[in-house]
C-alpha cells in the first residue's frame, strides 16, 4: 500500500507563488513516475505536470514556464513549484504515483492518489 500526502496549498493572490510537497510512503518512490493533477469546481480532474524516475519532466501547456516538479528520491517527496498563479490556477491540487508508464499525462495510469490540497488564487 502507498501512502501519498500533499501539503502546502492555501490562499494566494494572482501573480503570487505556492510551493506544493508530496510525501510518499509505503513504497519507495524511485522505482515510479510521480505527477502532480488539479480539479476545479464543476470540473474534470486535469494533468499539471510529471516526473519520471530519472527526472525527466513533462508539462501542461497551461502550466508551461510557470511550474517547475522535482523529486528527492532520498526522502520520497515530489515537489511543484509554481509561480506568477492565476485565478485559474484555483482547484484542489493532487499527487500521483505511476508504477507502469512513465510521464504519462492521463489520469488512469496514475496507480495511487493523495486526498488533495486547495490552491485558491484571488484576483
Known amino acids: 500500500q502507498v501512502q501519498l500526502v500533499e501539503s502546502g496549498g492555501g490562499l494566494v493572490q494572482a501573480g503570487g507563488s505556492l510551493r506544493l510537497s508530496c510525501s510518499v510512503s509505503g513504497r519507495t518512490s524511485n522505482t515510479c513516475a510521480m505527477g502532480w493533477f488539479r480539479q476545479a469546481p464543476g470540473k474534470e480532474r486535469e494533468f499539471v505536470a510529471t516526473?519520471?524516475?530519472?527526472?525527466?519532466?513533462l508539462y501542461a501547456d497551461y502550466v508551461k514556464g510557470r511550474c517547475t516538479i522535482s523529486r528527492d528520491n532520498s526522502n520520497n517527496t515530489v515537489d511543484m513549484q509554481m509561480s506568477s498563479l492565476k485565478p485559474e490556477d484555483t482547484a484542489v491540487y493532487y499527487c500521483s504515483a505511476d508504477y507502469r508508464f512513465g510521464l504519462s499525462t492521463s489520469v488512469v495510469n496514475y496507480d495511487y492518489w493523495g486526498q488533495g490540497t486547495q490552491v485558491t488564487v484571488s484576483s
Open positions: 516526473i519520471s524516475r530519472s527526472g525527466s519532466t
